[in-house]
């Protein structure tokens, strides 16, 4: 989904606030995780051409012992597709798919899986946190393609998403309209008093706070919309949402937004959306 041009936040707090900077750090993405089941191995000439398609026609692949694709742009390395004949171990990729919104038959088709490629941005030392997410997610594509591949696991958000999500949702990606729902983990919550809510995991990956809702008296897709335009906001921005701020996607809408002890971790602080009771 994309962000609505209008949303923005709005400051009424006095801008003190335990935020974290949007420094570039050892937490950017610059690999994830495309599972797959009997895999077919790309021959050079497929490989150009996937690569092509998705990161445009400067760019080109060559095929290691067809385990091993590098894609080029040039005299320069972009990434690197490395397949292992395995399943990730542990039963990990299968635990980040349980629960998932974006996919509820995750776990079972996960388990499936008998082989991965793991998917490296070469270039990651040199790109923002949001650049090295998008070119991992590009390559991610490339990968889905070549290798048939089921489903990505986003380990910087612990969770799983299908092919078919993580196509449509990277088809329009670009530096001002990213794939939220992709790179973070959005879990729903039920408290004892039978009230949802809704945290995220990812969000330190942009060297930002996560996001939790306690409650809300909103369809689960509109609470859904509303956090993801609130994460594209800073992802895009920084840690521009102060302790007291409101947001919105109108000049009437105008949500507060706390920065509180998280309710899932008591010693993190995160970014708390307060809907009015």
Known sequence: ??????FAAEPVGNGQGDEQSQAESDHITRHCFVLCKDSPLPDAERARRVVAEVFGP????????????????????????????????GGEAE??????????????????HTAHVLVTNIGGEVDSAVGSALQVSRLA???????????????????????????????????????????LRLQPTLNS??????????MKQFGLMEIEV???????????????????????????IKDGDTVGGSETERILVRHQPSLIEPERTVYK???EA
């Open 1 to 6: 989904m994309g962000i609505d041009d209008s």
């Open 95 to 112: 635990q980040f798919a349980a629960n998932n919104v974006m996919w509820p038959e995750g776990p079972a088709e996960v388990a499936q």
């Open 58 to 89: 400067d760019y080109s692949a060559e095929v290691d012992g067809e385990t091993v694709v590098s894609v080029t742009r040039g005299e320069d390395a972009v990434g690197v597709l490395a397949f292992l004949p395995m399943p990730i171990p």
């Open 273 to 275: 959306i307060v809907f």
């Open 141 to 183: 594509l490339v990968a889905l393609e070549l290798f048939d591949g089921i489903g990505v696991y986003w380990g910087n958000a612990s969770v799983c998403n299908s092919r078919a999500a993580f196509e449509r949702s990277c088809a329009w990606m670009n530096e001002s309209d990213v794939p939220v729902p992709m790179w």
């Open 193 to 202: 008093e039978g009230e949802r809510g809704l945290y995220t995991i990812g």
């Open 214 to 240: 306690d409650r809300y008296d909103m369809l689960p897709q509109e609470l859904l919309d509303f956090v993801c335009n609130v994460a594209q906001y800073l992802i895009l921005n920084g840690p521009v």
